[in-house]
């Protein structure tokens, strides 16, 4: 029988393909299969657009791209899940290490973390490293030269939903707020913002670090604006 190969987990960065770390790199060379999450239909994801400049053209690897839907359906995240995990043990089962590649880090809000878990308990025996990653927070705030966190401050990174009293109590509570995913839930922030008196305090980015990055500093600007999945805001107050 074939050692089971090494499942790991490549943070590739928020965007800058020079972001990805030293280790991370040598494993994408190393690797026979790259895995990375793609949309049932589309373009390619994130995360392999930035890790493919890394593979040869002409190399032997197998791009292998697993579906992870974006549904709240628990039952069909249940089964697509699932068979992602099958997919890629068949590839473990042969020996072959497979490293799946996500934007940011893999442990941070990442579909990593899914076939970890998958992988664990559908085949505890396999080995599993994760490569940490440059978070997409952290490339904010180098893009808006803005400490996040200094002495003793407080700082909360929260994902951005509807519920307007939470998201109050989230900035409240730090002094500095990092919403994820805020594009969807934009105007109800921006004017909260403007109703605690903070809204020159907020910086929002798309995309950041890649060559599609946008940003901006002015919320006047944002108030009709539709972004894409992938935006950011930083709140700081001090």
Same mark, same amino acid.
């Given at each position: 029988?074939?050692?089971?190969g090494?499942?790991?987990?490549?943070?590739?960065?928020?965007?800058d393909?020079?972001?990805?770390?030293?280790?991370?790199?040598?494993?994408?060379?190393?690797?026979?299969?790259?895995a990375?999450?793609?949309? &049932?239909?589309?373009s390619?994801?994130?995360?392999?657009q930035?890790?493919?400049?890394?593979?040869?053209?002409?190399?032997?690897?197998?791009?292998?791209?697993?579906?992870?839907?974006?549904?709240?359906?628990?039952?069909?995240?249940?089964?697509? #899940?699932t068979?992602?995990?099958?997919?890629? #043990?068949?590839r473990?089962?042969?020996?072959?290490?497979?490293?799946?590649?996500?934007?940011?880090?893999?442990?941070?809000?990442s579909?990593f973390?899914?076939?970890m878990?998958?992988?664990?308990?559908?085949?505890?025996e396999?080995?599993?490293?994760?490569?940490?990653g440059?978070?997409?927070?952290?490339?904010?705030?180098?893009r808006f030269n803005?400490?996040?966190? /200094?002495?003793?401050?407080?700082i909360?990174?929260?994902?951005?939903?509807?519920?307007?009293?939470?998201? &109050?109590?989230?900035?409240?509570g730090? /002094?500095?707020?990092?919403?994820?995913?805020?594009?969807?839930?934009?105007?109800?922030?921006i004017d909260l913002?403007?109703?605690?008196?903070?809204?020159?305090?907020?910086?929002?980015?798309?995309?950041?670090?890649?060559?599609?990055?946008?940003?901006?500093?002015?919320? &006047?600007?944002?108030?009709?604006?539709?972004?894409?999945?992938?935006?950011l805001?930083v709140?700081?107050?001090?």
């Open positions: 029988m074939s050692k089971i090494t499942l790991y987990g490549l943070g590739v960065g928020p965007g393909p020079e972001l990805i770390t030293v280790k991370a790199f040598r494993l994408l060379q190393q690797s026979p299969v790259i990375y999450p793609k949309k &049932r239909m589309g390619k994801s994130y995360a392999h930035i890790a493919e400049l890394y593979v040869k053209p002409a190399s032997d690897k197998e791009m292998l791209g697993l579906v992870f839907p974006m549904t709240r359906d628990q039952e069909i995240l249940e089964r697509e #899940w068979n992602t995990v099958e997919i890629v #043990w068949d473990l089962s042969q020996g072959k290490d497979v490293a799946f590649v996500t934007e940011g880090d893999p442990l941070f809000y579909t973390i899914h076939m878990r998958g992988m664990q308990t559908a085949h505890p396999v080995p599993i490293v994760t490569i940490p440059v978070s997409s927070f952290l490339g904010a705030a180098a803005l400490p996040l966190a /200094d002495g003793d401050e407080q909360g990174i929260i994902p951005a939903t509807e519920d307007r009293e939470a998201m &109050r109590q989230a900035i409240t730090h /002094d500095t707020v990092v919403f994820l995913k805020v594009a969807k839930v934009l105007p109800m922030i913002l403007k109703e605690m008196g903070l809204a020159d305090k907020a910086a929002v980015a798309t995309k950041v670090t890649s060559s599609e990055e946008m940003v901006w500093t002015d919320m &006047r600007e944002l108030e009709r604006a539709e972004l894409g999945y992938l935006t805001m709140v700081k107050k001090g």
